[in-house]
């Protein structure tokens, strides 16, 4: 075995603050994303017309008018499709065109291809459509009446919650609403088909699974997998949004390319995209809790009930993890968990960062607020009590033993850094002076399980060629939507092979490159993806040294790779000397790299076993201020302390962390779905649908990154992942507000606040907390 290089002389490309390696193009304008490309000669530009109605038969689809528009070149129907009608991830239930039903306003009926975007939208108007309209389930509640569920429901039970709740001395329960929340990444959903000989087809696709899209073209097209190459550089955003339903616009684009035998593009715009595509599954929590005078639960009963809208896409692993995540970092004893996945005619919902676990979270997070109302005491207490132990009291309900909490220190340091006594108390004497506005303030923790929870996933391959001027361009199956990936894993080849990380080039993710690739999702593209190019940069580094102690005749253990350098025997040379003889004494250059995580097993049938290989942890302290009059609120400051492990590049995971915080903000503060009862969605632009902007940015925002964090597995340099985790810190911010509201009635009532907490809903939960203090008996019924 080689010896590493001793410490002093590593380079130490790893764990250092790089920058983006798109971030000078974006901000130039020079980053070039698919609607960037050179449109070549004869494009043709789609344009997808839609269902109008939710649920209903659809009679009669003339669209003989269409084909004979001026500059129509093809109107696609389900019965221009020669392969399989599907572009679903999993289930066969996502035709590409309606076939005879819709089920959805939105749902795609049929495809014109013209010479212009104008002209394929006009001509897609001179369709004649009848439909025979049936019943539409637009609620959750509706669907539970009517039994209609996408998938079956699924339960996990520990002990005996009903009887432990049954003697505790204390029992609350509560119901309450977790909104869906709209993608809205930058760039909307794109893609731009070249046709090639042999019924080749290169598909330029934005989407974060290029081999989804490239079986689902394949299958859609009637050919092998190998006739399809998928290419993607950079998205401009995705957030789950491009996981499984870009492959329907890809479909489309290479369809309508093989018909014509001309490049064809498809771009939605934005009312469109909001229209057409899935959101984040939005839930319905009933829970009740049994509990002891400190605070501590004994029993624990959550049923959640989701809204997968009319198909199953990622609907049952999104559920699954929401499952896995309703202990958050707490021990529950006596458990049970329900999950009831309810079919709707509505938009079919989708990944979306966190992936069933933000909302998971949110339950045993506004349990414990409850708890700690009820019992007059912090809740911070009640957390802290409820807390996994480091030796016992330390297996989730789903049986995986927690090995690495580090939650108890991460809160202890956040209290101490973020002055959370004094703040509280401060805030409680401000509330009593000031008649309008009221504030608040909540510390909640995170503990997020990484890994794949559909097992097969958890496997990555790179490609590494190494030039004989000394760069090197890896390529990979991890896509770059902004968080920036290509910049980790060119770090962790430069470190491997010790040169400068600018002579490591990280080509563009593509199908014919690396095989099979799995999603950028579940907040593993750093843990799989530079695994794999470690995995490929040392088996080149072997070769090298073992080339360099046969030609040179010293042993292996005096080869030392120093930064951009080696060291032989006594004597030095460049890298790209080294790399230079070896070419001209045949030794490969180029090598692959394959990583599967190890460690995980799960039992899909009995939600059992360990899904994941670790926890990201992390707490965030968050301050609010409500107006009583208008419902309005602010968050005012911010603090969170958040683990990354060995961090990889410490300023690209604080971007990460910041950006997760106000896009959970987004989600529970702002960020409100409403479909009218057509089951037409009515805030589908930046007019009626609210994402954070610069302006609701805490003022305050001090965020530090765990200095004693390090991950107990194998990781990439001992990193943890960051990508999802810090999404739900913004569950604090939630609880400020309740915090806040509570405050109306002198803290004596827990208010019913669903999310996102709108002015709206502000407003009349404080009109409620208003009348609890004029009727003393309300609070007595609450409780």
Known sequence: ?????????????????????????????????????????????????????????VLKLDVSAVRTAPGVAAVLTAGD????????????????????????????LFAVAADTLEQARSAAGLAVVEYEELPALLTVEQAIAAESFVLPSREIVRG?????????????????????????????????????????????????????????????????DHSIITEIRRMGGAFGGKETQGAWYAAMAALAAVKTGRPAKIRLDRDDDMVMTGKRHDFVVNFEAGFDDDGRILGADFVFASRCGRSVDLSASINDRAMFHADNCYFLENVSIISH???????????????????????????????????????????????????????????????????????????????YVARREAIREFNQTSPVLKKGISLTPVKFGISFTATHLNQAGALLHVYTDGSAMINHGGTEMGQGLYTK??????????????????????????????????????????????????TIKERLIAFAADHYDVDEEAVVFLPN????????????DLVQAAYMNRISLSATGYYRTPKIHYDAATLSGRPFYYFAYGASVSEV?????????????????????????PDIDKGQIEGGFIQGMGWLTTE??????????????????????????????????????????????????????????????????????????????????????TPERILMAVRDMQKSRRNPATIEAAQ
Do not use: W
Request: charged letters at 25%.
């Open 1 to 57: 075995m080689h010896n590493p290089s001793p410490a002093s002389e590593i380079k130490g490309t790893v764990y250092k603050g790089l920058a983006h390696d798109s971030a000078a193009k974006q901000v130039a304008g020079e980053a070039a994303y698919i609607d960037d490309i050179a449109e070549p000669k004869d494009m043709l530009m789609l344009y997808v017309a839609q269902s109008e109605k939710a649920h209903a038969r």
């Open 81 to 108: 499709v020669p392969g399989i009608n599907d572009a679903s991830p999993i289930a066969g239930d996502d035709p590409l065109f309606a076939e005879g039903l819709v089920e959805c306003v939105g749902q795609s």
């Open 160 to 224: 005996n919650p009903a009887e432990a709740i049954k003697g505790a001395p204390h029992r609350i329960s509560k119901r309450m609403e977790i909104g869906g929340q709209e993608h809205f990444y930058l760039e909307g959903q794109v893609a731009f088909a070249i046709p090639g000989e042999d019924g080749d087809v290169f598909v330029y696709s934005s989407t974060q699974h290029p081999t989804e899209v490239q079986h689902n073209v394949a299958k859609v097209l009637k050919v092998a």
């Open 341 to 419: 996945r309810c079919k709707t005619h509505t938009v079919s919902n989708t990944a979306f960062r966190g992936f069933g676990g933000p909302q998971g979270m949110l339950a045993p997070e506004r349990m414990m607020d409850a708890i700690a109302s009820y019992l007059k005491k912090d809740p911070l207490e009640v957390r802290k009590i409820n807390l996994y132990g480091k030796t016992d009291r330390n297996v989730t309900p789903y049986q995986m033993t927690v090995e690495d909490n580090v939650a108890p220190e991460i809160i202890d340091a956040l209290v101490a850094s973020s002055n």
């Open 489 to 538: 894993v060119a770090q962790v080849v430069a470190e491997i092979l010790q040169i400068d990380v600018g002579k490591v080039k990280i080509t563009a993710t593509r199908t014919d490159k690396v095989p099979n690739t799995s999603p950028t999702a579940a907040s593993s593209g750093s843990d799989l993806n530079g695994k794999a190019a470690e995995a490929a940069a040392k």
């Open 565 to 576: 350098r080696v060291r032989v025997g006594p004597e030095e040379m460049a890298f790209k």
């Open 625 to 649: 201020v409500i107006d009583t009059l208008t419902g309005e609120n602010k968050v005012v400051a911010v603090d969170i302390l958040h683990d990354a492990g060995k961090s990889l590049n």
């Open 672 to 757: 409100e779905l409403y479909f009218d009862a057509q089951g037409v969605l009515k805030t589908h632009a930046p007019s009626t649908y609210k994402i954070p902007a610069c302006s609701d940015r805490p003022e305050i925002f001090n965020m530090e990154i765990f200095e004693d964090g390090v991950n107990v597995e194998d990781t990439i340099f001992k990193s943890k992942a960051v990508g999802e985790p810090p999404l739900m810190l913004a569950i604090s911010a939630l609880s400020a507000i309740t915090d806040a509201v509570s405050s109306v009635s002198d803290y004596e009532q827990y208010p019913d606040l669903d999310a996102p907490a």
